[in-house]
Each structure stands twice: as structure tokens, then as C-alpha cells.
């Protein structure tokens, strides 16, 4: 290798210590691979065994991504319980296991440590409370909670009884709780007086209360409210119900729903190119078999291991990884209500030693904040029972990446990095990491059973080392199976762009080596901070302010967060610009969508680069986010191009 070639090429291979006792090695995973590709029948019908069926399926996959003759189905005659499989199947083995590990944002509070048994009961009881309240199988139950063994308490209730969860983040504003609410017609709505981040109070209930004065929403006919901070909130009686009156008292045994394979879930909002939050659907089996397996096989889990997944559980990884995957698998996963900042930027290798974190699974985003602060408050920490590293949710620079196998890691530990999607149920191109050969920066190759392949423009399939948008070619068990009231919208959005393939909406390059490396959304997603908000979404929320005529929002690359959000605004006729009208666009944004979404730069616009036939060219908007107007391309084709020249002069990163 040239002195001049970046050392993102550098391979590390499998150490081999962790190869010795993998549960996965190269060889096993080669044949694994080409088995499930052979007779995908025979090697998921052997892989959903890991589950307890009260009426194993027959029938192992019934698909077809043609236009004509859609559908996607697994396991579709078994008969099963989710909660069942996280909790009641261990308790003779493992009742007294520590399932969850409760860290507070306050690390001068007591960690709680609660057992299978424990959990099953708590499970039990409010799934029982549920039931009480009128819910019923298929129900919709919006849970809009801190990060707290309680989130994961109401999600498990919901799968006992077979009522369909749909998890709002903390984050969100009550516009964006009353829009989810009001999409699935939620019946009830688990929160908590207030969340807690950072020391910050967040008034979860106030902004329920504020969702639920406005239009969609009286579908919901109980509220129930987690006594966690002791903050004064308003109840409105008879509709919000404190939970532990009606919960405590339960008795701590439930009979759990029969659900078929393909039952709902759980809905998950996340945000596509165009329009409102689509919401998700995921079904009972597959999503667990894939949840479950994915858990297991990625982060080589073993009996002993302490698995922290730092997501909330208001995104799928905290479904996939906080929620379902370890408690299917038997396991100990860590609930951290905090940040990584506060009290201090050790917070992250602190827990780590107090709870003797094994496998650690975080998003680069935090990754690169904590490398910003330097090596001392790693090195102050032991992390010696650290043995695998994970990363999610958007590229990681080969920079932060060496930082994190280096720093974080002690060059001991493997990273495991793991492309996947809300769509996709869970992992499906990573390492195994006593398998795979690491490159810094790629999500290399993909699971068992995932066929990767990338397309050009016109959906022609690419071969060898090339570039180009990221598809699937067929199913895997934890593939999403609707948009939730709009099975035009799931087709229209992922089956239409490349005819027989499932679009991912990601460009990416492959290797030489046949490794993947994803280069980011090819639509309008921007992902900020490892959290995905549709540009369409931010431009609706700034246009709903009174002097706005016109916005347009792009991406731009950010040191910390993988992208920023920049806004271009035109007020409306005879309004002028000010710094305190900025400030008020910003604060607005934050009122419709939640602080996720706050832009980083609101440029004003006299006038957005259109095209004759009205379209703005966002292209040529990136650009100037970018700092880079000389490589605006061709603006020929532009209505008006002399609005260019004004944005350039006007740009705000220069
Ligand atoms: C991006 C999060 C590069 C990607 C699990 C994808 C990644 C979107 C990676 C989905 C990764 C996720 N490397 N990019 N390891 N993981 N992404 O739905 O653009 O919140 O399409 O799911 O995040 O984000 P979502």
C-alpha cells in the first residue's frame, strides 16, 4: 500500500482469541450463507425453532415482490405469544437471571437489577391492567415513556395481550405524539408524569395532555401515567388513570393472546422522503425470529454477557435490541435512562465498569462527541470486560472508528458494524465478528439469508467493485409488512423505484472484496445524529409558520452528528428578515416536529432555484450548504438562475 492511500483499507482480521470460541466462524458462516440461499425453506423453517410455538408452522415463506402478485409471508400457520418467548420460556432455567439492569440519569440514584421472574410478574400485571381497561387483541396503544425498565415493561404487555404497540419517542412534540396517535387511532396512551436526561426534566405527560387537545385524537379513551419523577402533573378524570392504582394490585400471572405468525406487532413511525411519518408494521414471528437470531449471531452472545444497547426505545434499535432481541435470547441488556455527557463524558466507561458491560453497541454520532473530549476520560475507566464493540445507525468514519477500536476497545475488542433499517426488522449486513474480517468504515457482508445488490439508475444490476443504490433481492423473516393504513404507500415506496427488488433508499460501494460500505440516503432522509427526518417534514413544519411562503430543507455534512439540517426560507411578500425572526423559525420547528429536527441554519431565500416546470432544484441547494458553489453544475435549466448567485453570496458556511 502507497503512503498516499487512506488506511480506511487497512483490514483487521478476526483475532484469535474471539475466533476460538465464536459461536460463528468463517467456515460456518460461509456454508450457513450459501445454505440459506440454496433452500431458504429448510433453513428458516430450522432457525424459527429457536422460538416456542404453541402451533409450530407448517408453511416456512410465501413471497413475491411482483407488482401483480404481492405478498410477503412467513411462517404464516404458526401459533405463538411474543412475551412468552422473552419471558415465560426462561423462567425454569433462568428465573432468578438478571434480565434487565436499570441505570438512572442520576448515577448518585441506586441501579436496579431485575430478575426474570420479576419482570414476568411486572409484564403480567399490567398486561392484565391493559385487558381491564378494554384493550384487546389488535388494539393500538401508543407508549410515549422515558428510557426506563417501563418501556420495555409496556411493550412486553402489549405483545402478551396482542395489542399493537406504537412507541413514540421522548423527544417528539405533542404535534408529532397527536399526528401518530391520530394515524393509528391509539385507544390508550402509556407515559410518565416526567422524563429525566441529562438532569433535565422532559414534561412527558404535559405534552400528552397537549396531543390530545387536538384533532384525531379522541380515539383514546385511557391514559395511564408512570409516577417517575414525582412532578406535579394535571389529571384529567376519568380518562388519565395513575399506574400503579390500577396496575399493582393485578395478579402477576396472564394468560398470553394466541397470535398467528402474522399478527401486527407493532407500528414504528420513521420518516420517508415525502409526506407524514409512515408507520411501520412488523408482524408477531418474523420480526422475532429476526430479532432473535440477528441478537445472537452479531454479538456472539453467550450466557454471561451484559449487552448495552445505548438506543431509546423510541427507535427500532431499542425495539430490536433494548426490547425483544436479548430477552428472546435469554439475556442481560441495559435500560440507561442518561446521555453520554452528563455528569460527565466518562459517563459511557463508567457504566461499563459498574455493570461489567461485555458487548457495547452504540451509534457513531456519540462516538465522535466523546473523541472530541480525548483520551483521558476513557483511559481514567478500566473496560476490561469489554469483548465486542457495536456501531449503528449511520456511517462511521474510519477516523472514529480507529478511535473506538483503539481508545474505547483497547485494540482488543471486534466492532461489529451494523447496517439495517426500521423497514428491515434488524440487522442485516454486519459482521460476525468471529468470522469477518473488519475494514474501518464498512458494514462489510451481509447476514445469512440477505441478498444485497447494487443497482444503477435504471435498476440494472451492477457487478463486482462499483457503486450504486443499495437493494434487496428477496426477503428475510424481519422485513416490514405494510405501511400501516397504506399498503399503496409500502408498494409505492420501496417495490416501485427498481420493479422486483426491496429499495433501501441507501448508495453504497462495493469492494473488491465483496464488502459493502454505505455512502448515506440517495432520497431526501438526512440522518442527524443517527436519527432520520424526512426533509419534506421540516419544510411542512416551517411553511405552517405565518410569514413563511417557502422553505426548502437539505442535509449537510456535520463533524458531530453525520449530518445537519439547513433550511432555506422566503417569507412571505413584504416581510423582512431578522435575527429574532430566525430565532422564532427555529423554536417553531422545534414545537411541530421535537428538538431532533431544531435546523442548524436557516438562510433566508429571495427566491429557490426552480425549474421551469416548478421543481426546486435540491441539488444545486446542497451545494451551497456545502460550501462548495463551484460545483453547482449545469443551472440551465433553471427558471430564474440569477437566484443562484444571490444564495451563494448569502451562504452561511463559508
Ligand atoms: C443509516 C436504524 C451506514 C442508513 C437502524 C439507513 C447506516 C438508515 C448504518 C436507517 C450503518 C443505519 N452504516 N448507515 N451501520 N445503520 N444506517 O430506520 O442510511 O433509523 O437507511 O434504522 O440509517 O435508519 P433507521
Partial sequence: MSQSEPTAAAVYPVPDAFAATARIRREDYERDYAA???DPDAYWARVAQRLDWFVPPTKTRD?????????????EDGVLNVSVNCLDRHLA????KTALIFEPDDPAKPAQRISYRELHARVCKLANALRNLGVKKGDRVTIYLPMTPDAVVAIQACARIGAIHSVVFGGFSPNSIADRIADCTSKLVITADEGLRGGKTVPLKANVDAALKMPGTNSVETVLVVR??????DMQMPRDRWYDAVVDDQPAECEP?????????????????????KGVLHTTAGYLVWASYTHESVFDLREDDVFWCTADVGWVTGHSYVAYGPLANGGTGIVFEGVPNYPNVSRFWEVIDKHQVTIFYTAPTAIRALMREGEAPVKKTSRASLRLLGSVGEPINPEAWRWYHEVVGDSRCPIVDTWWQTETGGILISPLPGATDLKPGSATIPFFGVQPALVDANGAILDGATEGNLVLLDSWPGQMRTVYGDHARFIETYFKTYPGMYFTGDGCRRDEDGYYWITGRVDDVINVSGHRIGTAEVESALVSHPLVAEAAVVGFNHDIKGQGIYAYVTLVAGEAPTEDLRKALVAHVRKEIGPIATPDFVQWAPGLPKTRSGKIMRRILRKIAENAPDQLGDTSTLADPSVVK????ERLVK
Wanted: without cysteine; proline residues 4%; negative net charge.
Fill in 36 to 38: 440459506a440461499l440454496a
Fill in 63 to 75: 413471497v413475491s415482490y411482483a407488482l401483480e402478485d404481492f405478498r410477503i409471508r412467513w411462517f
Fill in 93 to 96: 432455567a433462568r428465573g432468578d
Fill in 228 to 233: 417517575h419523577t414525582g412532578g406535579a402533573v
Fill in 257 to 277: 393472546e394466541r397470535m398467528n405468525a402474522e399478527d401486527p406487532l407493532f407500528i414504528l413511525y420513521t420518516s420517508g422522503s415525502t409526506g407524514k411519518p
Fill in 646 to 649: 444571490s444564495l451563494v453570496d
